[in-house]
Structures are given as structure tokens and as C-alpha cells.
Nanobody
Framework: QLGLLESGGGSVQAGGSLTLSCVAS?????LAWFRQAPGKEREGVAG???????AYADSVKGRFTISYDNAKSTVYLHMNSLKPEDTGMYYC?????????????????????WGQGTQVTVSS
């Protein structure tokens, strides 16, 4: 069955860490993490091309790291120094666009497949 299955969300205090996982049983070249807070638009957090290029939103640079394990077909989002403003539903996305760069990698329209989401709550 093709799809994206996220896990790893939870509740953590500010300054803590979480790692999100997404098993991507889709043969896409690009994967990304997006988040959506209540009342706000979905925003790109981090994206990568399996060949190596990565992109991060300014708000998470230096704190979050995206990685891909080819053997497990799993993309990870390692989140450190979490802040209350990181709270939201986190979605995994996959796609194979003809072009990818740091801006396109964080744009929702770049991706064709989406997971159901996993909730991250950071308390102060």
C-alpha cells in the first residue's frame, strides 16, 4: 500500500527534543516536513532531495535536522531546542518535481502525497 506514515509526535517542554519519523512507501525523489498551527496556514519546515540537497525554514535553522534513511525508506525530523511556537500538526510530504530548490522545497504545491499528521505540543 502506497502512503506516508508519520510517528513520533508528543508533548514536550520548551528546550526539549523530539524526533519525527515518516515511512515513505512512495517512490518519490523529494520529501519534506510541514506544520500547521491552529488558525495558521501550513508552512514548510524542512525538505530534502534524496540525492542530498536540503532546505530549512529560517525559524528552524540550527535547531531542526532532516535526514533520510534509504534502507528504511524513512525520513526523519530531529527537533532540538523546541519552542512553544513550534507547536502544531506536523505532516510528511512526498513528490517528484521537475525542479527543486530551497524555496520550492518548502512549498506545499511541490508535493503530491501527504501523510495524516502527527501532533507536536511544546509547553513553556
Amino acid at each position: 500500500q502506497l502512503g506516508l506514515l508519520e510517528s513520533g509526535g508528543g508533548s514536550v517542554q520548551a528546550g526539549g527534543s523530539l524526533t519525527l519519523s515518516c515511512v515513505a512507501s512512495i517512490g518519490a525523489n523529494c520529501l519534506a516536513w510541514f506544520r500547521q498551527a491552529p488558525g495558521k496556514e501550513r508552512e514548510g519546515v524542512a525538505g530534502l532531495v534524496k540525492a542530498g540537497a536540503k532546505a530549512y525554514a529560517d525559524s528552524v535553522k540550527g535547531r531542526f535536522t532532516i535526514s533520510y534513511d534509504n534502507a528504511k525508506s524513512t525520513v526523519y525530523l530531529h527537533m532540538n531546542s523546541l519552542k512553544p511556537e513550534d507547536t502544531g500538526m506536523y505532516y510528511c510530504a512526498a513528490g517528484s518535481p521537475q525542479q527543486w530548490n530551497s524555496r520550492a522545497g518548502l512549498r506545499a504545491t511541490t508535493y503530491d502525497y501527504w501523510g495524516q499528521g502527527t501532533q507536536v505540543t511544546v509547553s513553556s
